[in-house]
């Protein structure tokens, strides 16, 4: 039923915001709360200052991978950013992170026909000995196919997991193909491979490999790991189709160095009525290395910071306190999320909704959520302000609300998500491809609309969400 109505509203809502305002027609919302939520949306969708705060991070810090000498200047940049914005109450709360360098990463196929492959390193990798590992080839659809396999089909020889991402609008494709990333190395590495080579998880046809996160045991062995472009991996696709045996010489200098110290950077609009209470806006701030790391995150950090410098910009304050997060390393073990989550448990029951925006740039079209069951008509009305920007699906009750945000679920802390248009997004996605020329302002300007409206509605309502389900949430 509630589908229906939400889908009534939609079809009858003109392009013009005003006519939206009546409905629903039994809103349990106040009414100047939901002009002025209206009206933050429709002066974002005229044009922010997200873009420019994108466009500075990219042009001043650029690949800011956890650990690294960028993550450092990252810091100070959302410090900075965050006080020329007008955000209160703005520090960086100590992290402690892991620190891998990628090193040098090369391979060629040395027969039947040698050819130079492009590559880069999967994060977290060891590297292998100086003068490089030199094996054959065996290839397996899938991480799911090579679990199967027997040790002597694999013992010595370098895997090849020549899964493809599909290219979906909701970005469903990578969940599909990512688990060969994650664990293929450790897999491949207990059957006695030499290393693992990973069809990248990325839907272009460009020669940038994709890299990520991928992850070993402690006492199970740990082989190199690396990601072929798509055109390189149909190459050796194409070689291994001969039938002959195809041999390929890998040498990678990644390594792992100590810990180091970094930070989330956490600024504030707080509340006039009931500061102690907190609608959290997410993103992070560390990036992969080849990139500049432009949609991701640093388009989804340009959009929460612009959406609370507008709400923090309204002539009167929300009731709660909006709370902008940049967490330290999502990309390389959630390590600001849990330092967040354990330094502020305290505090937990008293966020009211968290959000996190960590999937480019691309235009929401959809609202998803994990709220208490009765609280779901709140939702409903923020899908419904949402509409004239083109949000026109409903989502269900289960979003996870982005990867930062896990470490709160045990909390109960109610998620939202905006779920953005992801076709392109697996294109540059942890490339060297990941810069700002692939931003529309446009875009982003919408994505600003969205969770201004949609945070500012959380901040000033007169009820909650109430608790979230138990569990982390599977959308
Ligand atoms: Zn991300």
Redesign the pocket.
């Known amino acids: 039923m509630r589908r229906f109505v939400v889908a009534t509203l939609v079809a009858v809502c003109p392009l013009t915001a005003g006519a939206c305002l009546a409905a629903p027609a039994s809103s349990s919302l106040p009414e100047p709360l939901r002009t002025t939520a209206a009206s933050l949306r429709d002066e974002a969708v005229r044009g922010t200052g997200a873009f420019e705060i994108v466009r500075s991070l990219t042009i001043e810090v650029g690949p800011r991978p956890a650990g690294s000498p960028g993550d450092k200047l990252a810091i100070a940049w959302g410090v900075r950013t965050m006080r020329e914005l007008g955000l209160s109450n703005v520090r960086a709360e100590p992290v402690t992170v892991p620190h891998w360098e990628p090193g040098v990463a090369e391979a060629a196929i040395t027969a039947p026909w040698p050819q130079p492959l492009v590559i880069l390193p999967l994060g977290g990798s060891v590297g292998t000995p100086e003068a490089g590992v030199e094996a054959d080839v065996v290839v397996f659809p899938s991480v799911q196919d090579l679990e199967k396999a027997a040790a002597d089909q694999v013992r010595g020889k370098i895997v090849f997991l020549n899964k493809r991402m599909e290219r979906a609008r909701d970005g469903s494709g990578y969940g599909a193909a990512v688990g060969g990333r994650g664990r293929g190395a450790l897999v491949a590495g207990k059957l006695g491979a030499a290393a693992l080579l990973l069809r990248s998880v990325g839907t272009d046809n460009n020669r940038t490999p994709h890299t990520g996160a991928m992850r070993y045991e402690e006492g199970q062995p740990k082989i190199p790991a690396a990601a072929l472009s798509n055109p390189d991996a149909d190459l050796l696709e194409a070689q291994l189709a001969s039938g002959k045996p195809v041999r390929v010489r890998l040498k990678l200098g990644s390594r792992r160095l100590p810990d180091e110290e970094s930070a989330n950077v956490i600024g504030e609009i707080p509340g006039r009525e009931k500061p102690e209470e907190i609608v959290l806006l997410g993103c992070?701030l560390d990036?992969w290395f080849p990139g500049t790391g432009a949609v991701?995150?640093g388009a989804?950090c340009a959009i929460v910071l612009e959406a609370a410098r507008r709400i923090g910009a309204l002539p009167q304050k929300p009731r709660r306190t909006i709370r902008v997060v940049l967490f330290a390393n999502?990309?390389f073990g959630l390590s600001g999320a849990r330092a967040y989550a354990e330094a502020h448990a305290a505090e937990l029951p008293r966020h009211v909704l968290a959000g996190e925006s960590?999937?480019g740039s691309g235009r929401v079209w959809r609202v998803s959520s994990r709220v208490a069951p009765e609280a779901l008509p709140f939702v409903d009305e923020i899908a419904a302000l949402l509409a004239p920007l083109g949000v026109t699906e409903r989502g269900g009750n289960d979003s996870g609300g982005g990867?930062d945000l896990i470490p709160m679920a045990p909390a109960r802390v109610p998620m939202i998500s905006l779920g953005q248009d992801g076709t392109y997004y697996f294109d540059w996605?942890h490339t060297a491809n990941d810069t700002l020329d692939k931003i529309d302002p446009k875009d982003l300007d919408q994505n600003v609309a969205a969770w201004a409206a949609a945070a500012y509605v959380a901040a000033e309502m007169p009820g909650d969400f109430g608790r979230a389900p138990e569990g982390e949430g599977g959308e």
């Open positions: 992070h990036s991701d995150d989804g999502e990309e960590d999937f990867a996605h």
